[in-house]
């Protein structure tokens, strides 16, 4: 069974950095694209980055480029996503997901696996 848990969301004020964290267990981690998403409030689901399993490319939307960045750790079956420069409009549930696609990017449909998201509050 296939299992995504993020963590390392929370309260933080504008400026501040967070650190988001994907554990995965039940596939073999580093033969799958993964990626960050975020929803906020009464909005669609918005992707945000993913870094490939065949030479770990990364892909940034413009709304987080130059301010978060992923990162996997193949031996920890972990992906993370470093968040520096919060803004309130970062306020969002925030998921994992893993695709086999090498070409899955930033589209949300390609990605199989999602975990259930970790809650991440920017204040001003």
């Known amino acids: 069974q296939v299992q995504l848990v993020e963590s390392g969301g929370g309260l933080v004020q504008a400026g501040d950095s967070l650190r988001l964290s994907c554990a995965a267990s039940?596939?073999?981690?580093?033969?799958?694209?993964w990626g960050w998403f975020r929803q906020a409030p009464g909005k669609e689901r918005e992707s945000l980055t993913s870094i490939t399993w065949e030479d770990d490319r990364t892909y940034y939307a413009d709304s987080v480029e130059g301010r978060f960045t992923i990162s996997r750790d193949n031996a920890k079956n972990t992906v993370y996503l470093q968040m520096d420069s919060l803004k309130p409009e970062d306020t969002a549930v925030y998921f994992c997901?893993?695709?086999?696609?090498?070409?899955?990017?930033?589209?949300?449909?390609?990605?199989?696996?999602w975990g259930q998201g970790t809650r991440v509050t920017v204040s001003s």
């Open positions: 997901a893993a695709s086999r696609d090498p070409e899955a990017r930033l589209r949300q449909n390609v990605y199989t696996f």
């Open positions: 039940g596939l073999t981690f580093s033969w799958y694209t």
